[in-house]
């Protein structure tokens, strides 16, 4: 029997959780979160809810005592490609946090700083720098979610962003990825290439925009519009009013893949890969395939034995999937 490990992915209103077993498939599942447990960053406003949730989660999925991987939202880390000169580890660890010094708020001391190497280039050896993925997040949010986690009864020995857990899953591929996380409150483009993340941006138009435009169409609410745009309620997909929004976020990916293209000439970006809630919607991905021009990977590729989940799951996957060796 193969070692099994765990992946959680925390989102705006579901928890996604992955259980692998060594050598074997992924199993994905997705559960609903009670009412005005995350606030509108990301971020658990009421930990004593979640341990509790998280235990009885654990119990009726029959969750395994296995090693978990947390997968951090962009709002509570900091992830980017950086360049070192040659140093010795502790004075890498000593310089590290001054990377983020322009992004993080408070006094370095209060955040934790981690990295994963990277294969160097041609270029970057001749100028005898290390590439490699440093990552930044609070002190105190790690050391919340360890508690949490550990009072339900899980073990938590890996906490990463989403950029990490998209180069676990591919970094065996030796191709450029470009996931698009189709979010409930933005979309976050993400290009991947082995072991590093080439380049990334977030748009302010998500799902909830959809929802919004559904609501003004129909006269309901925003929550039910949500309903209605997904079973395409009197074919609400295909008003103008949502081939126009969708059209405009497909204009904002294709701003992306060109400039991507533009900056790494050599550039073989043939897919790109639609995942989060939004990955599901007809109108949007159509919109995409017609804009970008670009084929779509269905996430189950990916995923082979996942199905329908892997859109959803996909960071969870990720995260589970970078203890196996």
């Known amino acids: 029997?193969?070692?099994?490990?765990?992946?959680?992915?925390?989102?705006?209103?579901?928890?996604?959780?992955?259980?692998?077993?060594?050598?074997?498939?992924?199993?994905?599942?997705?559960?609903?979160?009670?009412?005005?447990?995350?606030d509108g960053s990301g971020t658990i406003a009421l930990p004593h809810v979640f341990t509790q949730f998280l235990r009885q989660t654990k119990k009726e999925l029959s969750l395994p005592r296995a090693p978990a991987a947390l997968v951090l939202p962009p709002s509570q880390v900091i992830c980017r490609l950086v360049t070192m000169p040659r140093m010795t580890t502790g004075q890498l660890e000593m310089n590290l946090p001054y990377?983020?010094?322009?992004?993080?708020?408070?006094?370095?001391?209060?955040?934790?700083?981690?990295?994963?190497?990277?294969?160097?280039?041609?270029?970057?050896?001749?100028?005898?720098?290390v590439p490699m993925m440093a990552a930044a997040a609070a002190k105190s949010t790690l050391a919340g979610y360890h508690r949490m986690f550990s009072q339900a009864g899980v073990r938590l020995k890996?906490?990463?962003?989403?950029?990490?857990?998209?180069?676990?899953?591919?970094?065996?591929?030796?191709?450029?990825?470009?996931?698009?996380?189709?979010?409930?409150?933005?979309?976050?483009?993400?290009?991947?290439?082995?072991?590093r993340v080439q380049a990334t941006r977030q748009i302010a138009l998500g799902g909830?925009?959809?929802?919004?435009?559904?609501?003004?169409?129909?006269?309901?609410?925003?929550?039910?519009?949500?309903?209605?745009?997904?079973?395409?309620?009197?074919?609400?997909?295909?008003?103008?009013?949502?081939?126009?929004?969708?059209?405009?976020?497909?204009?904002?990916?294709?701003?992306?893949?060109?400039?991507?293209?533009?900056?790494?000439?050599?550039?073989?970006?043939?897919?790109?890969?639609?995942?989060?809630?939004?990955?599901?919607?007809?109108?949007?991905?159509?919109?995409?395939?017609?804009?970008v021009g670009l084929e779509l990977l269905a996430p189950e590729d990916l995923l082979p034995a996942a199905g329908q989940g892997a859109a959803a799951g996909i960071f969870a996957a990720g995260a589970a999937l970078g203890g196996q060796t």
């Open 208 to 291: 909830r925009s959809l929802d919004m435009v559904v609501a003004d169409e129909l006269g309901v609410d925003a929550f039910l519009a949500g309903t209605y745009k997904m079973e395409n309620y009197h074919e609400i997909q295909s008003s103008p009013a949502v081939a126009e929004l969708c059209e405009r976020i497909a204009v904002e990916i294709l701003k992306v893949v060109n400039f991507y293209q533009f900056t790494y000439r050599s550039s073989e970006l043939s897919t790109i890969c639609l995942v989060g809630g939004g990955a599901a919607l007809p109108a949007l991905r159509q919109a995409i395939a017609d804009v």
């Open 99 to 129: 990377e983020f010094s322009d992004f993080i708020q408070g006094v370095a001391d209060q955040y934790h700083c981690d990295y994963a190497l990277c294969q160097p280039s041609r270029q970057e050896e001749e100028e005898n720098g």
């Open 158 to 195: 890996t906490v990463l962003p989403q950029e990490m857990a998209l180069i676990q899953l591919t970094r065996a591929a030796e191709k450029e990825f470009c996931f698009v996380d189709l979010g409930h409150q933005a979309t976050r483009i993400t290009v991947v290439w082995r072991d």
């Open 1 to 38: 029997m193969g070692k099994m490990r765990l992946g959680f992915d925390l989102g705006s209103s579901s928890m996604k959780i992955a259980i692998v077993r060594q050598g074997g498939p992924v199993r994905l599942e997705e559960v609903r979160l009670p009412e005005n447990l995350m």
